[in-house]
């Protein structure tokens, strides 16, 4: 019933699938993608001597040429004036010394507070710090936060867009709650900590003097004197019921080049070589902690990385014997996006192919494991795909047609919701292909105890099952690659903004 409901879906919408029957070609190629090839290549790049493949780090650039010579091994061209490589202008900002004082409490970094913000000061600052709680109009109207360091209460909700509206109304500095519980708090705490002294990747920009701090509930407690559940209860309609501080405070910042790129290869089609497929990883994780231990990043993203590289290999494979797609696919692998998605930002901004000819983008990170909500189950052939219907109305259908024919994973949407609160839409590579409207699909194997741990090994990964949903990446590539039309950009892209 499943099968007929897609393939009746799809004669509705003039959907062109030949039928259910295997096409023997595609099998062919799709079968070169192997255990044994995928342990090879993650089994180097996550290993220990790679030490996290961190943005910008010689490791890092080891990583980027193991990529790069593998594809002209492979015979994928250059694309960019002849290089494997698209040079994105990053800097690491570092900020020596974070200091926050409220009355007489001196904060520590990483501990009591973790800093969130921009800035750079020659000496320090002293203002008032007042409570504002919930960003409303009618609490505005009652505390005033001009030149003032602001206490925010942001639980459960977005709070950028909060943040740039104190600070428009003249706020000198935020003190900002997100999370409830000091033990939400210290997981991230930790993580800054760990990661201290590497500074902040991300582009050039204007130093903004937007001083933001993050503390736990019970520190903002302790920092106006006044239990949680009274702080909270005032931060609704009362705020100026809570009494004012003295704070004093100061950034200094140095920033620094960063030798970063993109790693990309180039399959020319035939027919309709103009056309561009993009699939698409991110071949950086996040380096070492302060005590020396290796973020290997086996499943994040090297399972994506690897997949790309093999999936690159069975069109290359088809090539050679003169089954060349007859759209063009760049293999790309993009840098920093542990840093905030960097790479595809950069690439969206500076194509090396016109976005007006880029059909798709597919994007694979962290495809390797089984996660908490499949652990316990039976049949764990399953993966999340995230994307796939929100700017096309084909391309949904199109992959589980695919599925259907050759693979038969359990496609599970989930964290597709507009409402995820996960929000993994925003979280990698294809958002930025896709806010520029052009349709993406992103695969993805959910979270586990080690996502963005020092334990996130290959010993841990689940390899049969990574090699079946790799080649359920490839056959729904091939069939985008080589169908008469490309996917009409047919929806509304409601996810604009991070």
């Given at each position: 019933m499943h099968k007929k409901l897609i393939l009746s879906g799809a004669i509705a919408l003039g959907l062109a699938f030949p039928?259910?029957?295997?096409?023997?070609?595609?099998?062919?190629?799709?079968?070169?993608?192997?255990?044994?090839?995928?342990?090879?290549?993650?089994?180097?790049?996550?290993?220990?001597?790679?030490?996290?493949?961190?943005?910008?780090?010689?490791?890092?650039?080891?990583?980027?040429?193991?990529?790069?010579?593998?594809?002209?091994?492979?015979?994928?061209?250059?694309?960019?004036?002849?290089?494997?490589?698209?040079?994105?202008?990053?800097?690491?900002?570092?900020?020596?010394?974070?200091?926050?004082?409220?009355?007489?409490?001196k904060l520590v970094e990483n501990q009591d507070f973790v800093f969130t913000g921009d800035g750079n000061m020659a000496k320090a600052a002293k203002a008032d710090?007042?409570?504002?709680?919930?960003?409303?109009?009618?609490?505005?109207?009652?505390?005033?936060?001009?030149?003032?360091?602001?206490?925010?209460?942001?639980?459960?909700?977005?709070?950028?867009?909060?943040?740039?509206?104190?600070?428009?109304?003249?706020?000198?500095?935020?003190?900002?709650?997100?999370?409830?519980?000091?033990?939400n708090f210290d997981r991230i705490a930790n993580r800054y900590k760990t990661l201290a002294g590497r500074g902040r990747i991300g582009f050039d920009k204007e130093t903004a003097q937007r001083p933001i701090f993050m503390v736990s509930s019970d520190k903002m407690g302790q920092l106006f004197n006044t239990p949680v559940e009274t702080l909270k209860e005032a931060a609704k309609?009362?705020?100026?019921?809570?009494?004012?501080?003295?704070?004093?405070?100061?950034i200094v910042k140095t920033i620094t080049p960063v030798d970063a790129v993109n790693v990309m290869g180039f399959l020319e089609g035939?027919?309709?070589?103009?056309?561009?497929?993009?699939?698409?990883?991110?071949?950086?994780?996040?380096?070492?902690?302060?005590?020396?231990?290796?973020?290997?990043?086996?499943?994040?993203?090297?399972?994506?990385?690897v997949s790309v590289m093999e999936i690159a290999e069975a069109f290359a494979l088809a090539a050679k014997d003169g089954m060349k797609p007859r759209r063009s696919i760049l293999f790309l692998n993009v840098t920093g996006e542990e840093k905030g998605l960097l790479g595809?930002?950069?690439?969206?901004?500076?194509?090396?192919?016109?976005?007006?000819?880029?059909?798709?983008?597919?994007?694979?990170?962290?495809?390797?494991?089984?996660?908490?909500?499949?652990?316990?189950?039976?049949n764990k052939d399953y993966v999340y795909?995230?994307?796939?219907?929100?700017?096309?109305?084909?391309?949904?259908?199109?992959?589980?047609?695919?599925?259907?024919?050759?693979?038969?994973?359990?496609?599970?949407?989930?964290y597709d919701a507009e409402d995820d609160p996960n929000r993994f839409y925003y979280r990698s590579d294809h958002y930025n292909f896709a806010k520029h409207n052009i349709p993406v699909i992103f695969f993805f194997n959910g979270v586990h105890d080690d996502y963005h741990q020092v334990t996130d090994t290959?010993?841990?990964?689940e390899f049969p099952l990574m090699t079946k949903r790799a080649q359920l990446i490839f056959h729904t590539a091939w069939d985008?690659?080589?169908?008469?039309?490309?996917?009409?950009?047919?929806?509304?892209?409601?996810r604009t903004d991070r």
């Open positions: 039928t259910l029957a295997q096409t023997p070609a595609q099998v062919k190629y799709a079968n070169t993608i192997s255990v044994e090839d995928l342990t090879k290549h993650l089994t180097y790049l996550a290993s220990d001597e790679m030490q996290g493949r961190d943005t910008g780090s010689e490791t890092g650039k080891l990583a980027a040429q193991y990529l790069a010579d593998f594809y002209k091994n492979i015979g994928l061209t250059a694309p960019v004036n002849g290089s494997y490589f698209q040079t994105v202008p990053l800097v690491t900002a570092n900020f020596s010394k974070v200091t926050l004082q409220i009355g007489k409490s710090l007042v409570f504002l709680g919930l960003v409303t109009d009618e609490n505005l109207a009652k505390v005033d936060v001009k030149g003032k360091l602001v206490g925010l209460w942001a639980v459960g909700v977005r709070s950028n867009d909060l943040v740039t509206k104190v600070m428009d109304a003249g706020a000198a500095g935020i003190v900002i709650v997100t999370m409830e519980g000091q033990a309609s009362t705020p100026e019921t809570i009494t004012s501080q003295k704070a004093t405070y100061q035939t027919d309709k070589k103009e056309e561009v497929l993009v699939i698409s990883s991110h071949y950086d994780h996040v380096g070492v902690s302060s005590t020396g231990e290796v973020f290997n990043g086996a499943d994040d993203d090297g399972s994506g990385t595809s930002e950069y690439y969206g901004d500076h194509p090396v192919f016109p976005l007006a000819n880029t059909v798709n983008n597919i994007n694979i990170d962290m495809v390797g494991r089984i996660d908490y909500e499949y652990d316990k189950e039976e795909v995230i994307g796939s219907e929100m700017l096309s109305s084909h391309l949904k259908k199109i992959n589980e047609y695919n599925n259907i024919t050759y693979t038969n994973l359990i496609l599970d949407y989930r290959v010993d841990k990964i985008l690659a080589n169908r008469e039309q490309r996917t009409p950009v047919d929806g509304t892209n409601t």
